[in-house]
RNA sequence: GGGCCGUUAGCUCAGUUUGGUAGAGCAGCUGACUCUUAAUCAGCGGGCCGCAGGUUCGAGUCCUGCACGGCCCA
């Protein structure tokens, strides 16, 4: 708290324990039971609806003498009040205009009336202070801006910024669908562990942490995969988890180091009923949240009409290129070829520098949700072969907006080749990857009990979350993202 | 990791080019006003100019370093 926050703290706190300490203390008489958009909807329907209580937080006070207007808001909706001298009275008149100030918590009672221009207005009996605000709140018209205040802060930001609220809620709303969606489907949601012996399941660094009873490191968590697997062996044929990955890696527009994952498995399906499921989920969830299967996004539309372009990984490098298949697979023409980009590939492993390749041909492309198919073996440890050809495997990324959104592949469930595949990423370890995967033999014991054919399926929610509500940093579909600590 | 930009009143921002007493609007405080709504009118207070050094008679302003944040690149 800075000193002059202090100074209108000091004020404040001094008038409530010289006359306020009971109001403070009190509880309202007669609790809200509604939200205030309900009682908005509820007058429309009967405008003799009996004397209404609700509470809210003051955010504007138009004095004008003997009578008193103001609005109080909660997170989706705000309403006026009116609070005159021959209603309430010329002692908690005086009280109100005295004591109730911007920013305080306010319980009203009374009855809802129009106005002359029409807006629906509270005509208060009795008001109670819930809660008092101790400092000024940000400036109602402006509200609050710097993004270090709004996300230390996220409080004043949905306290000042409307807007903001509305991406919260859409939040809630998208993933309260996805449940509905999967449950309807007969999926179980699970809860894995997060603690994890063996970071495994995606090629990323993780975070470290101790436990003291068992003296052991242990790693937080950076994919569920593979526990969700060992579930489809148990049984559990359509298995999802929503929760936080945590990787140890930078912060831009698109990463947090914590961030919410939804990973989902279905037995006896392969990537391309995948895809045909992706299609329906997506421009379902389009239609739900947006209304449309055309949604805008910055100076872009995306439509989710399906069905979704399809673009082969080497195909696509080809036609950007001119380069096919066999030459990226051959180490020394990629390299080459990546230094030729301009990228400085000598920290990066064989398969990195391909991917990297990748993204770098690809930026900009991608905006309507795209499927990136048939993905390299050397990129992909825990998808199975590619049915038609053993240098790829079956899997697939989906792009919006230019970024990837899922990720997905019919799982490898063959124990033998599973270990290789660890090897290789072993090696690769070695020669100073240290997002590559680490060996689980734990996951190649329960695939030998025998994994059913089956396909799975990442989602970035906060990415998903960023094009449905037309944000464009993770960070504003995070209520409190990751930042450095205030020194 | 690299580059660029930002950090001034509770909030939103001027002021930095060209060094010379710290500015506005909103918010706050005092007063007036019984349909206002960015209410209005009259008056008043409010600043470690991110932090630490340096240059200078003198630094919000110039230089160096650091912190936090933002954008772009890797």
Known sequence: MKPNDFVTVKGRLKRINDVLTLEYDSRIENAPSKKISEIC?????????????????????????????AHIKDAESKIQ???????????????????????????????????????????????????????????????????????????????????VAKIFIDRTRIIQKIRDYFNSMGFIEVETPILHQIASGASAKPFITYHNALDEQLYLRIAPELFLKKLVVGGFNRVYEIGKNFRNEGIDIHHNPEFTMMEFYVAYWDYNDLMKFSEELFSYLAKEIRGSYKVKFGDYEIDFTPPFRKVRYFDYLREKTGKGKEFFLDERKAREFARELGINEERLTHPKVIDKIFDHVSEGDFINPTFVIDFPKILSPLAKTH???????????????????SNAYT?????????????????????????????????????????????????GIDRLVMILTNSHSIREVILFPTLGSKK
């Open 41 to 69: 909807n509820l007058f429309d329907i009967d405008p003799n609806y009996e004397p209404v209580s609700l509470a809210g937080r003051v955010i504007t006070i138009r004095d004008q003498g003997k009578a008193v207007f």
């Open 81 to 163: 009040i009116y609070v005159k001298i021959d209603v309430v009275g010329e002692e908690r008149f005086s009280f109100f205009k005295d004591f109730v100030d911007v920013g305080d918590i306010l319980g009203v009672k009374g009855k809802l009336f129009r106005t002359k221009t029409g807006e629906l207005t509270v005509e208060v009996e009795r008001f109670e202070i819930l809660a008092k605000c101790l400092h000024e709140l940000p400036e109602k018209w402006h509200g609050v801006k710097d993004p270090e205040v709004r996300y230390r802060q996220r409080y004043l930001d949905l306290i000042a910024n409307p807007d």
């Open 411 to 459: 799982e490898l469930n063959d124990p033998e080749e599973q270990n290789k595949r660890f090897d290789e990423q072993l090696k690769e370890r070695k020669m100073g990857d240290e997002e590559a995967q680490m060996k689980d033999d734990d996951f190649i014991t329960a695939l030998e009990y025998g994994l059913p054919p089956t396909a799975g399926q990442g989602i």
């Open 387 to 405: 049915r038609e050809d053993s240098d790829l495997v079956e899997r697939f990324e989906l792009f919006i907006a230019g970024f990837e959104v």
